[in-house]
């Protein structure tokens, strides 16, 4: 399937802050981490910001967090929900950041180191801001969120001769691939996981939405409304069963992974 590009997640920036998987696995990779408050850190590859309020929240008024993302359009979006004191939004290459050397406490990617053409030079860009003793922790998928879900949907748009992008979380779809790059990048005292998150959705529609508004709906847009209306209630019958006593519950196979910066 081809890859997710930045044009592919500018397309979907308006409604990607309303996908509950993302927003599940943004918060849990930052309780996961741990921050303090009063301490300062880089969000990298904030999308929409959920992991950057959950950080600003946890390191409180008394601390600092720059959420960096390459994408204005994601930046935007993220700036329409209200910012808590502390945070601030900037665009920046995520493997480029704005910050001075050694300044921070800690860095935090959800599910976007896999997006960087080159992990191991973003991750000693990280390792470069980070102060003696700071954390980098970030998060990846270690196979299809709410199996078996986009297997039926990408079928579907098969028959079409479509295929939806698809983000790259393959590079770091295990937890040996996670530890080699942060060894290659410099850090110690490493921290791997893997955890499968029960998301649940309320219906078919539910589901639907997530279509819509993430990457596996932009093959929609190329088509006429009708065609679109029927695949809908085409797939929503497929879906069906799944939901036939109410609401049901998928997992989310989340990676996280974490390292510190040596203390000499």
Do not use: K, N
């Not at 303090?36 to 409180?60: C, F, I, Q």
């Not at 040996?176 to 998301?199: H, I, K, M, S």
């Amino acid at each position: 399937m081809p890859r997710a590009t930045l044009a592919d997640c500018d397309a979907i920036a308006p409604g990607y802050g309303s996908l509950s998987f993302l927003a599940l696995s943004a918060r849990e990779v930052v309780r996961w981490a741990g921050p303090r408050s009063g301490e300062h850190w880089v969000d990298v590859a904030t999308g929409t910001g959920e992991a950057a309020r959950a950080l600003a929240g946890a390191v409180g008024p008394g601390g600092a967090v720059l959420a960096t993302d390459l994408s204005a359009a994601m930046l935007a979006a993220a700036q329409q929900q209200p910012t808590p004191p502390g945070l601030r939004y900037v665009q920046a290459d995520g493997a480029q950041l704005p910050v001075p050397d050694a300044s921070q406490d800690g860095v935090l990617c959800a599910a976007g180191l896999f997006f960087l053409p080159d992990m191991g030079a973003a991750l000693r860009e990280w390792r470069r801001v980070l102060r003696p003793g700071g954390q980098v922790a970030f998060s990846s998928f270690a196979g299809p969120l709410m199996a078996p879900l986009p297997g039926l949907w990408a079928a579907r748009l098969a028959e079409l001769g479509l295929r939806p992008p698809v983000p790259p979380a393959a590079r770091l779809g295990t937890l040996a691939a996670a530890e080699e790059v942060l060894t290659q990048a410099g850090f110690a005292q490493l921290r791997l996981e893997a955890q499968g998150l029960p998301l649940s959705l309320a219906s078919a529609q539910e589901r639907w939405h997530h279509i819509e508004q993430g990457l596996e709906g932009l093959p929609l847009r190329e088509l006429p409304p009708q065609e679109v209306a029927r695949l809908r209630d085409e797939h929503l019958a497929e879906l069906a069963p799944f939901f036939a006593q109410g609401p049901a519950t998928f997992s989310v196979p989340l990676l996280l992974a974490a390292g510190r910066v040596p203390v000499r």
